[in-house]
């Protein structure tokens, strides 16, 4: 394990994925440290989705070398890769809007693996605590008992994002979670994003670079499919090469 902290790092290594001719991917490599919160930019078609695909084995690619920890992710499906602790979550919320943001979560928790869990369920004290534990980090601890529908964009995908956590993910992936958001929710999903790293990795894409700033980690750019530039945001924005392919457009 690199660096000796608990959990397991991501590793990308010389990967390629080639769709009918094309490399969206083109021999990229990437490390992600345990606990480490990490934005990932780029222009449009630069292969940042693509990436995750790889990493949740919705994508398989033509060469290269994905691991988590021990793990070769390139050797396990996407049940597989999601049971060791790599969660996703994408642009569209799933939680359910007639459900309260507690029920909500509660059904997060039972979700998984074994389908007839669900029948012998008795919420316990500690799983009480734990959604508890999830909706103080979401804040959303005040709407414990109101409907999702009644949520705003924001706190709809704040909940969704509870609903991962509460399948304890060492890594999460994040794509685009701020499109559609308010300033002041923007802000609000950089601190919880800031909050929540540290105990698990995340992968954070997104264009909003005031967003990025916010987030205030490494950041590295996309392009063609392969790192660009990687660093602070200070560091990327002033680098003339992503001034040329990104940000000066
Ligand atoms: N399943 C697929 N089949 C064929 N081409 C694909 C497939 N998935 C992605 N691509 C192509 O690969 C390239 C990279 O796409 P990707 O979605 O990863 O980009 P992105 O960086 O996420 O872009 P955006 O910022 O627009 O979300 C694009 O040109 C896309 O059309
Ligand atoms: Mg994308």
Redesign the pocket.
Same mark, same amino acid.
């Given at each position: 394990m690199i660096g000796g902290m608990s959990g397991s790092s991501l590793y990308l290594d010389g990967v390629s +994925?080639v769709? $009918?001719g094309?490399r969206? *991917?083109n021999n990229l490599s990437l490390i992600i440290e345990p606990g480490e919160l990490r934005a990932i930019i &780029?222009?449009? &078609?630069?292969?940042? @989705? @693509?990436?995750? $695909?790889i990493v949740t084995g919705k @994508?398989r690619p033509t060469t290269g070398v994905v691991r988590f920890g021990e793990h070769d992710l390139t050797r396990l499906d996407e049940p597989a890769i999601a049971n060791l602790g790599i969660g996703r979550k994408f642009q569209k919320p799933t939680v359910f809007d007639a459900l309260t943001v507690f029920e909500n979560l509660e059904l997060a928790l039972k979700a998984p693996r074994d389908p007839w869990s669900c029948l012998r369920w008795v919420l316990g004290a500690p799983a009480r605590r734990r959604i508890e534990g999830v909706m103080e980090e979401i804040g959303l601890a005040e709407r414990a008992r109101d409907r999702a529908a009644i949520l705003s964009h924001g706190q709809r995908q704040w909940l969704e994002i509870g609903m991962l956590l509460m399948q304890e993910p060492q890594l999460l992936l994040v $794509?685009?979670p701020v499109a559609g958001m308010t300033d002041q929710e923007t802000e609000h999903t950089a601190a919880l994003l800031r909050r929540i790293a540290g105990q698990r990795s995340v992968v954070v +894409?997104e264009?909003d670079l005031e967003f990025v700033r916010a987030l205030g980690e490494k950041v590295t750019v *996309?392009c063609e &499919?392969t790192v660009l530039s990687e660093g602070s945001i200070d560091h990327v924005q002033n680098d003339p090469r992503v001034i040329e392919v990104y940000l000066g457009r």
């Open positions: +994925v769709f $009918d094309f969206a *991917l &780029g222009p449009n &078609g630069a292969g940042k @989705t @693509t990436m995750m $695909d @994508t $794509d685009e +894409v264009h *996309l &499919g």
